[in-house]
T-cell receptor
Framework: AQSVSQHNHHVILSEAASLELGCNYS??????LFWYVQYPGQHLQLLLK??????LVKGIKGFEAEFIKSKFSFNLRKPSVQWSDTAEYFC???????????FGTGTRLQVFP | GAGVSQSPSNKVTEKGKDVELRCDPI?????LYWYRQSLGQGLEFLIY????????KSGLPSDRFSAERTGGSVSTLTIQRTQQEDSAVYLC????????????FGSGTQLSVL
């Protein structure tokens, strides 16, 4: 069965530090990849997604993610975090042409001024 | 409404009682999902509805859990004979057509089983 692993459960950074959150999935076929974010007190919302083409995907608020097929990874990055990036981040995978979206366990990011 | 609406926002129940959780998706969205969010467990897929197709129930943890979607719109998740391990936030999401489109989430129902 497909699964998603997020190895960083809790990340603490100072403002302006660089961020990389890991995401690995287990499925050998074509996948669609997503990052969702949940800001404190808000609904989960889509940050970025990858379906095909350029493996480097840019999303909202300066976030980007790189799909590395050989490593089954889709890590999220941001060069310089802000206090407002404090949130929980979820990686998600759906097998190509299916509708079941599987989420990872999430990474809680705390950014201190 | 403008977004996915879930009710109640909080539900406290006694072990062994049945509960019903409601989800109103965004108008026109044909796909509807239920997830369970527990501390340290991430979002656990429960069930998926798409139009008039048979739902994907593969994530339901036991036969105490069931869900229906009436008229392709409102959905109800029912948990029978609740147990303490059922305590979690139950999230509903909808999308225009499929999972490879943006999912819009509701604010969830916090279920506490005493």
């Amino acid at each position: 069965a497909q699964s998603v692993s997020q190895h960083n459960h809790h990340v603490i950074l100072s403002e302006a530090a660089s961020l990389e959150l890991g995401c690995n999935y287990s499925y050998g076929g074509t996948v669609n990849l997503f990052w969702y974010v949940q800001y404190p007190g808000q609904h989960l919302q889509l940050l970025l997604k990858y379906f095909s083409g350029d493996p480097l995907v840019k999303g909202i608020k300066g976030f980007e993610a790189e799909f590395i097929k050989s490593k089954f990874s889709f890590n999220l990055r941001k060069p310089s975090v802000q206090w407002s990036d404090t949130a929980e981040y979820f990686c998600a995978v759906s097998v190509y042409n299916t509708d079941k979206l599987i989420f990872g366990t999430g990474t809680r990011l705390q950014v201190f001024p | 409404g403008a977004g996915v609406s879930q009710s109640p926002s909080n539900k406290v129940t006694e072990k062994g009682k049945d509960v019903e959780l409601r989800c109103d998706p965004i108008s026109g969205h044909t796909a509807l999902y239920w997830y369970r969010q527990s501390l340290g467990q991430g979002l656990e897929f429960l069930i998926y509805f798409q139009g008039n197709s048979a739902p994907d129930k593969s994530g339901l943890p036991s036969d105490r859990f069931s869900a229906e979607r009436t008229g392709g719109s409102v959905s109800t998740l029912t948990i029978q004979r609740t147990q303490q391990e059922d305590s979690a936030v139950y999230l509903c999401a909808s999308s225009l057509n499929r999972a490879n489109e943006k999912l819009f989430f509701g604010s969830g129902t916090q279920l506490s089983v005493l």
